[in-house]
């Protein structure tokens, strides 16, 4: 946790966001909770690295497409967001392509939080974070 509040102290304002989720995810991982990103979170199938893959909240991350098909239900994760997530939960840095990415990423760490450890309270940092990002340049908010 300490590690996680220097390295997020130490970001360039540009890399701010991905330090932050690198650091939840990272976290989110120690306490036991990080979603599956290699093997079915329903059947233990791998699933190979190079594909998108079918992340269920519930689940508790990435499906076969067998389970993806019986569920129904969830977001498409493409290749690089796996990788992301993968290299995060071992302390590893992955920068992302683009702002879009980044909020990508900060809705899917608030929905597998919101699912995994919230008690039904409103989660404003999530949303304060998430409407108000600074830019690096100007110092104003997107």
């Given at each position: 946790?300490?590690?996680?509040?220097?390295?997020?102290?130490a970001?360039?304002?540009?890399?701010?966001?991905?330090?932050?989720?690198?650091?939840?995810w990272?976290?989110?991982?120690?306490?036991?909770?990080?979603?599956?990103?290699?093997?079915?979170?329903?059947?233990?199938?791998?699933?190979a690295?190079?594909?998108p893959?079918?992340?269920?909240h519930?689940?508790?991350?990435?499906?076969?497409?067998?389970?993806?098909?019986l569920?129904?239900?969830?977001?498409?994760?493409?290749?690089?967001?796996?990788?992301a997530l993968?290299?995060?939960?071992?302390?590893?840095?992955?920068?992302?392509?683009?702002?879009?990415?980044?909020?990508?990423?900060?809705?899917?760490?608030?929905?597998?939080?919101?699912e995994?450890?919230?008690?039904?309270?409103?989660?404003?940092?999530?949303?304060?974070?998430?409407?108000?990002?600074?830019?690096?340049?100007s110092?104003?908010?997107?």
């Amino acid at each position: 946790m300490a590690a996680t509040l220097d390295n997020i102290a130490a970001a360039p304002a540009e890399r701010a966001r991905e330090v932050t989720l690198a650091g939840a995810w990272r976290i989110l991982g120690e306490l036991g909770v990080a979603p599956t990103i290699d093997q079915c979170a329903e059947c233990d199938t791998t699933i190979a690295a190079a594909s998108p893959a079918m992340f269920s909240h519930p689940a508790g991350g990435v499906l076969c497409e067998t389970c993806a098909h019986l569920r129904r239900s969830g977001r498409t994760l493409p290749v690089e967001a796996r990788d992301a997530l993968r290299s995060w939960q071992v302390g590893e840095t992955y920068a992302l392509a683009d702002a879009r990415a980044g909020r990508a990423h900060q809705r899917l760490l608030r929905e597998f939080v919101r699912e995994h450890l919230s008690d039904d309270r409103p989660m404003r940092a999530f949303d304060v974070w998430e409407r108000e990002t600074l830019t690096a340049s100007s110092g104003v908010v997107e």
